[in-house]
């Protein structure tokens, strides 16, 4: 075996989800999430939305139509504290619930000791989990687990 480091990875830049309905879809990503659509492959069902800038992110959304099989899977943006503290008001202002961690209806963001971060989740149309995140600078407290922020900004600090 040959002595080559491989690259190192400097971040996740394209991911892709499975939708029912295209067009609703990207009515949902443009207009709700606020991603500028990148373009649209009729013939292909497929339709790509840049994260960030061009350079540093995309989503794919492929339709697949009324499959009776889905999936539902998880992608997370990453957003200034700030935002994922106003996403709540933002998200239901446009007809989306946010969640916790666990899908229960939640008007404030949680905070995942471990990392530590403060995340605000919720769903897409086709049900797929959405999260707003910022890493904390804080030192990581993997006993917090997921609470309310409320309580990551309220607990005893650790002594480092």
């Known amino acids: 075996m040959a002595n080559v480091p491989m690259p190192q990875i400097l971040g996740l830049y394209e991911t892709h989800l499975t939708v029912v309905d295209l067009d609703r879809s990207i009515r949902f990503y443009r207009d709700v999430i606020g991603l500028e659509l990148a373009t649209v492959i009729e013939n292909r069902n497929v339709a790509f939305?840049?994260?960030?800038?061009?350079?540093?992110?995309?989503l794919g959304l492929w339709a697949i139509?009324?499959?009776?099989?889905?999936?539902?899977?998880?992608?997370?943006?990453?957003?200034?504290?700030?935002?994922?503290l106003g996403s709540a008001a933002a998200l239901k202002a446009h007809g989306v619930q946010p969640l916790d961690l666990n899908d229960n209806p939640s008007d404030e963001p949680v905070a995942l000791g471990w990392m530590p971060a403060v995340s605000q989740y919720f769903l897409d149309p086709d049900g797929h989990s959405i999260e707003y995140i910022h890493v904390l600078e804080d030192a990581a407290d993997?006993?917090?687990?997921?609470?309310?922020?409320s309580q990551w900004l309220s607990r005893p600090k650790l002594a480092i």
């Open 65 to 84: 139509g009324s499959a009776p099989l889905r999936m539902r899977l998880h992608i997370a943006f990453r957003v200034t504290l700030e935002d994922v």
């Open 142 to 149: 993997p006993g917090f687990g997921v609470k309310p922020y």
């Open 49 to 58: 939305f840049w994260i960030d800038d061009k350079r540093k992110g995309m």
